[in-house]
């Protein structure tokens, strides 16, 4: 028989019919956790009203039929290449197609995150957020050299500062509602304790101690991802 598992200890048959199952059963997934298999295809056995001798399709175990998929393996997969590549961006003449092969894959991932949970807002904040913070630093960027070119005085520095902040607040009201979305779709507080250190970590930036907050929201971030292990339905 064929099917797909569609949650923790259950497969769909190609029957109509559910079957729970051990993971003891499945033969060939050494490499996978229990609830990284949820929406893999599977081939397995009945007895009564239960799937044994079962055996993942290997081309779904592969890396990139896991990454086209929409299991908790793949969108985690997706979330942490994508985080990787992104890293690489200060790497000369390569470093910002990294970057932009990396958001992409984060933006897959967020995408497959808000099918399975049914959420309506979870990708529109994470947009929403992320260009409002690119604006603001562009905003800062331009405006600085601007000021410094212009041998603007301390008023027209700190009026700079004062917009930019003005725009990164409102970015971190979206961030909030994005980060409490994903905690809640996942189980994981991590999510809102990450959201914490973001938000002050952009807020004292211009103090110099800023990027030590956001390295620890970004671990916190890692983690959090890391212990998904399930994906609940938004309401």
């Known amino acids: ?55 993942v399709n290997k081309s779904m175990t592969n890396p990139f039929k896991v990454i086209s998929n929409d299991s908790i393996e793949s969108i985690r997969m997706k979330y942490f290449i994508g985080m990787g590549a992104g890293m690489l961006a200060p790497i000369p003449f390569i470093g910002w197609i990294l970057d932009i092969v990396g958001t992409i894959l984060q933006f897959f991932a967020l995408i497959s995150l808000q099918k399975i949970s049914n959420s309506r807002t979870l990708l529109r904040n994470f947009i929403i957020a992320s260009v409002i913070s690119i604006i603001s630093s562009i905003v800062m960027l331009i405006s600085g050299i601007g000021t410094i070119l212009a041998n603007g005085g301390m008023e027209e520095l700190s009026f700079i500062i004062f917009i930019a902040v003005a725009i990164n607040i409102i970015g971190i009201i979206f961030w909030y509602k994005y980060y409490s979305e994903l905690k809640d779709i996942t189980g994981q507080n ?12 952009f807020l004292t930036l211009i103090f110099g101690i800023g990027f030590i907050f956001i390295i620890i929201a970004n671990i916190l971030e890692v983690i959090a991802w890391y212990k998904i292990k399930e994906i609940k339905k938004v309401n």
């Not at 991590?190 to 970590?201: C, P, R, S, V």
């Open 190 to 201: 991590l999510y809102k304790t990450a959201f914490w250190f973001y938000a002050i970590g």
């Open 1 to 55: 028989m064929r099917g797909k598992i569609i949650g923790a200890g259950i497969i769909s048959g190609n029957d109509d019919n559910r079957y729970s199952f051990n993971k003891e059963d499945i033969k060939n997934s050494d490499t996978l956790n229990l609830e990284n298999l949820i929406n893999l295809e599977v081939d397995f056995m009945i007895e009564g009203d239960k799937a044994v001798d079962i055996y």
